[in-house]
């Protein structure tokens, strides 16, 4: 009786070639897009089409964009990620399953001291050989969350009783790994 083993191949994200972005109503009349700089995550499969893949991300709070410096230090204090206390936002034990011809990532997303089961929505862009001979494949993500299910409650009313910040939290992430020898 034979057991075959698949063997697991990692893929590593490149944040060279990757983003992390996120978009969330304003006073609900406007859209304020924001980004992570700095994150690491990784990609292991046992097959080309990466379907059933594990995924593991990290996202560094402290390197929030949003290109207003006074906004960005708001959303790193206590009122929103509490930045120094959960230095990171954190999606382990994900999976990549094929629906079609795109795919559906799950797993566990924690922000703060909550964790929750998000699902998003992933398109394999492609796999490709760089001029330097690494083989590097390409995902588009894209998902919402609500912010207040994951702790993040601050709000405000304007005089006219309109809310300062939006519940639903878009998520963009573009997003290229790099196969590891």
């Known amino acids: 009786m034979s057991t075959e083993t698949a ?7 490149d944040p060279t070639h990757s983003e992390v972005q996120f978009k969330v109503k304003h006073l ?8 992570f700089r700095s994150f690491e995550g990784s990609v292991n499969t046992s097959n080309e089409d ?7 991300f990290k996202l560094d709070v402290n390197s929030i964009d949003t290109n207003q410096k006074d906004r960005d230090n708001h959303l790193k204090s206590d009122d929103f990620f509490s930045a120094e206390k959960y230095p ?3 999606f382990e034990n994900g999976v990549l399953n094929k629906k079609g011809d795109d795919y559906e990532l799950v797993g566990d997303l924690t922000i703060k001291e909550t964790t929750k089961k998000v699902s998003l929505k992933a398109e394999l862009g492609g796999i490709m050989v760089d001029p330097y001979g690494n083989t590097k494949a ?27 910040v939006g519940d639903e939290v878009k998520l963009h992430f573009n997003i290229q790994v790099a196969k590891q020898a």
């Open 28 to 35: 609900v009349i406007s859209t304020v897009t924001g980004f």
């Open 88 to 90: 990171n936002l954190v």
């Open 50 to 56: 990466f379907d059933g893949a594990e995924v593991e």
């Open 7 to 13: 063997v697991k191949t990692t893929w590593a994200v």
């Open 138 to 164: 390409g995902f588009e993500v894209n998902g919402k969350i609500n912010r207040k299910e994951f702790g993040l409650t601050w709000s405000a009313v304007t005089e006219a009783g309109g809310v300062v």
